[in-house]
């Protein structure tokens, strides 16, 4: 079993920067790639960038440029730093992680708003 907890979320206008945090904890050993989803009201939840343990990244089209996800292994966490914030990007904020055999993991979800 993997624990996810995220933290981070908040009210920033237009323009601005937040960082997310997703604290990893329990069988870490089995986590093969880490990623960040969000649901807006009304919406699907959709993938906003994911990050495999060998490094490699990838990102919705929406935020490419403005996001950087990265992954702190020493001490089992995923930031998602968010800049150049949009009034769009308004949503629950959900960590995920996938073990081994494709099992999904979730946090509780972060709020972010931004105001225009």
């Known amino acids: 079993q993997v624990q996810l907890v995220e933290s981070g979320g908040g009210l920033v206008q237009a323009g601005g920067s937040l960082r997310l945090s997703c604290a990893a904890s329990g069988s870490t050993f089995s986590i093969n790639v880490m990623g960040w989803y969000r649901q807006a009201p009304g919406k699907q939840r959709e993938l906003v960038a994911v990050a495999w343990g060998g490094g490699s990244t990838n990102y919705a089209d929406s935020v490419k440029g403005r996001f950087t996800i990265s992954r702190e292994n020493a001490k089992n966490t995923m930031y998602l730093q968010m800049n150049n914030l949009k009034s769009e990007d308004t949503a629950i904020y959900y960590c995920?992680?996938?073990?081994?055999?494709?099992?999904?993991?979730w946090g509780q979800g972060t709020q972010v708003t931004v105001s225009s």
């Open positions: 995920n992680a996938q073990d081994y055999r494709h099992f999904d993991y």
